[in-house]
């Protein structure tokens, strides 16, 4: 299916490009812009930058598969990110991972079949303070426990 | 103690109240002066880098060129993704201001017209906050082109947030250039350093979001105040970050050289269940790791904690108790540099891969005394072998770890185990001596 920035996204284009001297380095920003607008990063997305960025297809595939916050594929709605390293497992994170993992029955990478909810274990996110954490699409939710997680979980659906 | 980066005042990240106590009142002194003297007053005062490295930043600011007909660039460094440190997100939220008045003396310092803040994707509501502070400093004619007229200079900086997408390599330096020109990743082959071939081959200085927030303080009350602050050789404060088995893990603004002990005793009110400390890691994950009765009288400073045999890092100081299992988490933390490996040199990508195997060998009971000797071969192997540090922050914890745990790890590996021998070609191919007779 073809892909087209919204009129607004093109507007956001032009202030973005605004920030660098060369169109290429704009490629990260604008990928954020498709992935809200389309949900995923398809093949006609990176086409579609590729032509507005003066780029090789290629090149935005190389840049998309290097960083794991590019979705290749649709994510549920709330997507569910679990950090499971070092400083929050010693505070339970792998408990917080696996309360995730059943009270949604699926398993790292996959998305529920209403597409409500997907799951990644994510490497440290920053929050070792206040571990455990989850983050549910662009909000954190820190010094949790498993009941906790299954308020956050419910209260989603 | 006085706060230098995180001061106690309620509502500092709002731009009227940081102005009232003084805000911006630096950036003015400092444009008073020439940029050498900024320089030299930053080199006098001993100011060294928060993101790891603990260089000089006077030092490597002079490095950038005095004359030269390309633009030069800032780059600010708030990429945060040791495991263990989570200091940068507080100065977003709570002291943007002086982050923002620390680039505008520096980028004046070097000449910078253009400056970058990189801040790890994950950092959505920071980003937000970030560029909230930014949007007014901006309104109230403090960067851009309205800052000549505010400041009565010939001089303007524009600041700009990117943002990173989850990748722990962009926090390198070169890499983090890679990034902001929209491609992979990959750290580059150094020489050439930044300051001569840095963004897009001109020349650029990168900084750590804390040492830069530290300087407006510097030009207020002088480079001899801060010079007497902590540890001489590593002054000012440090943002330590306890995380783990500690009952108030946090972010603690100390003066450099605070015992390490009072760090996780009287500042992080101990360990829960009042259990020994088996195993602590000073400065982020990829710091080789000290042992619970080796921390008595450990500074934790530069200097300091290079004579213990292990590094400063972010700061961030992860506690781990007694009951730990330290095979699960040295497994954990190889799973994350193996992750997080580029892919660029060999003995990265492939020896960080070998040792998570390895490690989930000893995690699964089937571990062979070989296996010790073997991880840290290959963490010999890698160490000093690739582009960038991060071969070495994946080979530390797995050589320290084991070297300094040797008893520990020695009980969970057996000489009943043999190594299985998984290599295709091998088990086709007709050999003299068949392969398990070769092992025993």
């Known amino acids: ?157 | 103690m006085e706060k230098i980066v995180l001061p106690e005042i309620k509502d500092y990240h709002l731009i009227d109240v940081y102005i009232k106590n003084g805000g911006y009142e630096s950036a003015k002194k400092a444009f008073t002066f020439s940029t050498d003297e900024i320089i030299d007053q930053v080199k006098k005062s001993g100011l060294r880098g928060r993101g790891g490295a603990a260089f000089l930043a006077g030092l490597k600011w002079s490095f950038m060129p005095k004359s030269s007909d390309k633009p030069k660039y800032l780059c600010i460094n708030g990429d945060e993704s040791e495991p263990g440190s989570f200091k940068d997100r507080q100065i977003f939220e709570y002291n943007p201001h002086q982050l923002i008045e620390g680039i505008l003396i520096t980028a004046y310092a070097i000449q910078a017209n253009t400056c970058y803040i990189y801040i790890r994707g994950e950092y959505h509501k920071w980003i937000k906050l970030l560029q909230k502070a930014l949007d007014d400093a901006y309104s109230n004619g403090l960067v851009g082109e309205k800052m000549k007229d505010t400041f009565g200079i010939g001089f303007c900086t524009n600041i700009y947030i990117h943002k990173g997408a989850g990748a722990y390599i962009c926090g390198e330096e070169s890499s983090l250039m890679n990034s902001i020109e929209g491609q992979r990743g990959y750290p580059r082959v150094k020489p050439p350093f930044p300051a001569q071939n840095g963004l897009w081959g001109c020349p650029t200085t990168i900084n750590n979001v804390e040492t830069i927030t530290n300087v407006p303080p510097i030009i207020k009350n002088g480079w001899e105040w801060f010079s007497k602050i902590g540890e001489p050789k590593h002054p000012g404060t440090i943002l330590y970050g306890l995380s783990g088995h500690i009952n108030k893990p946090g972010i603690y603004e100390l003066p450099s050289g605070t015992l390490l002990t009072d760090l996780i005793y009287k500042y992080g009110g101990g360990v829960p269940g009042d259990k020994k400390v088996l195993c602590v890691i000073p400065g982020g994950s990829s710091m080789p790791p000290l042992r619970g009765d080796q921390i008595e009288g450990v500074k934790m400073d530069a200097e300091s904690l290079k004579a213990y045999g292990t590094a400063i890092g972010t700061g961030g100081v992860i506690v781990m108790d007694e009951d730990t299992d330290l095979v699960k988490i040295l497994a954990r933390i190889a799973k994350f540099y193996y992750h997080e490996s580029c892919g660029q040199c060999t003995p990265c990508r492939e020896g960080t891969g070998w040792m998570l195997k390895i490690l989930n060998r000893l995690v699964s009971g089937e571990g062979s005394v070989k296996d010790l000797d073997l991880l840290v071969s290959v963490a010999n192997n890698i160490e000093g072998n690739t582009i960038c540090a991060l071969g070495e922050a994946a080979a530390w914890p797995v050589k320290f770890m084991i070297t300094r745990f040797r008893d520990y790890f020695e009980k969970r590996v057996s000489s009943e185990n043999i190594l299985p021998v998984r290599n295709k070609v091998h088990s086709m191919r007709n050999t003299a001596i068949s392969i398990d007779t070769e092992q025993n």
């Open chain 1, 1 to 157: 299916m073809e892909f087209k920035f919204s009129e607004a996204n093109n507007k956001n284009i032009k202030d973005i490009l605004g920030k660098y001297p060369v169109k290429k380095a704009a490629v990260m920003p604008v990928l954020y812009l498709a992935q809200e607008q389309n949900g995923y990063i398809s093949n006609e997305v990176m086409l579609e930058i590729s032509n507005v960025l003066e780029m090789t297809p290629e090149d935005v595939l190389g840049v998309v598969t290097f960083y794991t916050m590019y979705h290749q594929s649709p994510v549920g709605k709330n997507h569910i990110q679990v950090c499971t390293n070092v400083s929050c497992m010693l505070r339970g994170g792998y408990e917080i991972y696996d309360t995730v993992r059943e009270k949604l029955g699926i398993s790292n990478g996959q998305v529920t079949q209403d597409m409500k909810f997907s799951l990644e274990e994510v490497e440290c996110m920053g929050s070792c303070g206040t571990a455990p954490m989850i983050a549910v699409n662009e909000d954190y939710y820190e010094n949790l426990t498993k009941e906790q997680v299954i308020n956050i979980l419910e209260s989603l659906k």
